[in-house]
């Protein structure tokens, strides 16, 4: 059974930093592609960055360009997020997600599994 599983979330004041983590267990995940989407309440699931298997390729969305890093360590099948320089309009459910296309892709419909998520709340 494929378990995506978050953390590092939680409560920053704005200007603040936070590090996401998302391990990836149940199946060996070369030649997927992971990403990192976001959800406000009561908005859609919004993409923020995605990454090839192998770590060579990240793609991100312009709103956290700059700011946020992706990164992956293939050997512990975990991905991560750096985010710097936080705002209070970055409040919002954190998910992670797998796609096996192997493609840097944006399309919360083209990825085959996704974690639970963890809160991260930005304080003004």
């Known amino acids: 059974q494929v378990q995506l599983v978050e953390s590092g979330g939680g409560l920053v004041q704005a200007g603040g930093s936070l590090m996401l983590s998302c391990a990836a267990s149940?199946?060996?995940?070369?030649?997927?592609?992971m990403a990192w989407f976001r959800q406000a309440p009561g908005k859609e699931r919004d993409f923020l960055a995605s990454?090839?298997?192998?770590?060579?390729?990240?793609y991100y969305a312009d709103s956290v360009k700059g700011r946020f890093a992706i990164s992956r360590d293939s050997y512990k099948n975990t991905v991560y997020l750096q985010m710097n320089s936080l705002k209070p309009e970055d409040t919002a459910v954190y998910y992670c997600?797998?796609?096996?296309?192997?493609?840097?892709?944006?399309?919360?419909?083209?990825?085959?599994?996704w974690g639970q998520g963890t809160q991260v709340t930005v304080s003004s």
């Open positions: 997600a797998a796609t096996f296309t192997g493609r840097l892709t944006r399309r919360n419909v083209e990825y085959n599994y």
């Open positions: 149940g199946r060996t995940f070369t030649g997927y592609s």
């Open positions: 990454i090839t298997w192998n770590g060579g390729t990240t």
